[in-house]
């Protein structure tokens, strides 16, 4: 069975602090995996998409590496921000004849002034 | 440019009725996609549209949900009588088929959603 675990389930960091976010998932033959942060009441909002053949994407203050062998993803967020808080999501994708797409059930991440 | 719009943004209705849910991709993208996030649960995918092909309706709930893509633009998601467990907030997202690359290979943008209460 197909399964995304995210650890922590949440989080909370002072200011400054570099964090890192935990994404597992049980199959490894994945098409490509998504981070995405929600704010409360809120869609989503796409943060780094990596496809199965690349190791890791960075947007600023932001990396995220995948290791398809160990079936892990990590989003590592640096000099964390109050603006930074929010829901904190791992999609991967399958394709399998068609698309499949599963979600995480996410890290909610509170940074403190 | 416009992002994914999404139509009503609340929705409340009683149990037994149907809903129509609508959803404005960005213009060029022709993959489509509808996720629902129930109360404290995770995202799940519903469907997906990539321009004429037949969707992957992998992930609908049950037969009570249906979605047509009309002109390979908007998108309307119908879920016809309507239970108390259909409540949740519903996300339509779209991506660009980049020439070359396969498809599912772009990233998905997502709409603000539709939050549904059945009473």
């Known amino acids: 069975k197909q399964e995304v675990t995210q650890i922590p389930a949440a989080l909370s960091v002072p200011e400054g602090e570099n964090l890192v976010l935990n994404c597992s998932f049980t199959d490894s033959a994945i098409y490509n995996l998504q981070w995405f942060r929600q704010d409360p009441g809120k869609g989503l909002t796409s943060l780094l998409l990596i496809q199965s053949s690349q190791r890791e994407q960075t947007s600023g203050r932001l990396n995220a590496s995948l290791d398809k062998s160990s079936g892990r993803s990590t989003l590592y967020i640096a000099a964390s921000q109050p603006g930074d808080s929010a829901t904190y999501l791992c999609a991967v994708r399958y394709y399998t004849g068609g698309f499949k797409t599963i979600f995480g059930a996410g890290t909610r991440l509170f940074v403190k002034a | 440019g416009a992002g994914v719009s999404q139509s009503p943004s609340n929705k409340v209705t009683e149990k037994g009725k149907d809903v129509e849910l609508r959803c404005d991709p960005i213009s060029g993208h022709t993959a489509l996609y509808w996720y629902r996030q129930s109360l404290g649960q995770g995202l799940e995918f519903l469907i997906y549209?990539?321009?004429?092909?037949?969707?992957?309706k992998s992930g609908l709930p049950s037969d009570r949900f249906s979605a047509e893509r009309t002109g390979g633009s908007v998108s309307t998601l119908t879920i016809q009588r309507t239970q108390q467990e259909d409540s949740a907030v519903y996300l339509c997202a779209s991506s660009l088929r980049t020439s070359g690359r396969p498809l599912g290979y772009n990233e998905q943008f997502f709409g603000p959603g539709t939050r549904l209460t059945v009473l």
């Open positions: 549209f990539q321009g004429n092909s037949a969707p992957d």
